[in-house]
């Protein structure tokens, strides 16, 4: 009985849109480690991984997910060009699974809630209705003041 009880709380949990609400930067992408410990990467020759290893400074100097009552707004690479792209899209919380659809293009993706809290949100990609393991670990961002 209290494995029940203790399984309601954590989806109640899991399902609360006021937790995710705000200003959130990604400090780690455990894809990138992965990557990094990839064959094609340690046989690639260092120009590529010096530009691999720019792309992944990049991606956790500067991406940021902004939950607002119902857009997104967050920043993804322009891996060409190197530089940020600003996007926005529609979301919603729906049990522990996270819909986007984005508005400036036709292109919608899920994402696995694994934790929200005051402080932390982490969540995992879900490609072909599987749960890919690497996780996007968030921390939030303090208000500015004034």
């Known amino acids: 009985m209290f494995a029940f009880i203790y399984i309601f709380f954590i ?3 899991n399902s609360d849109p006021d937790l ?9 992408l455990e ?3 992965a990557i990094r410990n990839s064959d094609g990467y340690l046989l690639a020759d260092f120009d590529t991984q010096a530009l691999a290893d720019q792309q992944f400074q990049l ?3 500067s991406t940021t997910y ?3 009552r119902d857009t997104l707004f967050y920043t993804d690479i322009d ?3 190197l530089n940020m792209i600003h996007r926005r899209a529609i979301w919603k919380l729906i049990g522990d699974t996270i819909y986007v659809r984005e508005i400036d293009r036709n292109y919608n993706r899920e994402y696995f809630l694994r934790k929200a809290s005051q402080d932390s949100l982490i969540f995992s990609s879900i490609i072909n209705g599987m749960v890919t393991r690497s996780r996007y670990i ?3 961002e303090a208000k500015s003041e004034g």
């Not at 995710?20 to 400090?27: D, T």
């Open 20 to 28: 995710i609400f705000g200003r959130w930067k990604l400090v780690e």
């Open 66 to 68: 902004e939950f607002k």
């Open 11 to 13: 989806i109640l949990f």
């Open 79 to 81: 891996t060409e060009a």
């Open 59 to 61: 991606a956790l100097d």
């Open 31 to 33: 894809a990138i480690e």
């Open 138 to 140: 968030f921390v939030r």
